[in-house]
Nanobody, 123 residues
């Protein structure tokens, strides 16, 4: 079974930065793609960014390109989401999720989920 634990959320002013971490408990970390998703108040869950641990390929939603960076430390089984130039519309619960195989941005393609971490950006 794959377990994921997010950390690093919090309250930040617009223009600030946060780094989210996703610790993944799995024997074959390299076989998995890890996605970051978010769900804001009254909104559907949306894909933010994803990374493949096998080939390093990445995906970014248009709304975060140039501001967010996803990275993976395979030695620590941890994936990071560096979020810069944060905006109030980035406020959401952020989840990391895992799937075997390639990067996709669709939540229902991910079998394993963390509990989420709240990110609040004040204006």
């Amino acid at each position: 079974e794959v377990q994921l634990v997010e950390s690093g959320g919090g309250l930040v002013q617009a223009g600030g930065s946060l780094r989210l971490s996703c610790a993944v408990s799995v024997f074959t970390f390299d076989d998995y793609a890890i996605g970051w998703f978010r769900q804001g108040p009254g909104r559907e869950r949306e894909g933010v960014s994803c990374i493949s641990n096998s080939d390093g390929s990445t995906y970014y939603a248009d709304s975060v390109k140039g501001r967010f960076t996803v990275s993976s430390d395979n030695a620590k089984n941890t994936v990071y989401l560096q979020m810069n130039s944060l905006k109030p519309e980035d406020t959401a619960v952020y989840y990391c999720a895992a799937r075997r195989g390639v990067v996709v941005d669709t939540a229902n393609q991910y079998a394993y989920w963390g509990q989420g971490t709240q990110v609040t950006v004040s204006s």
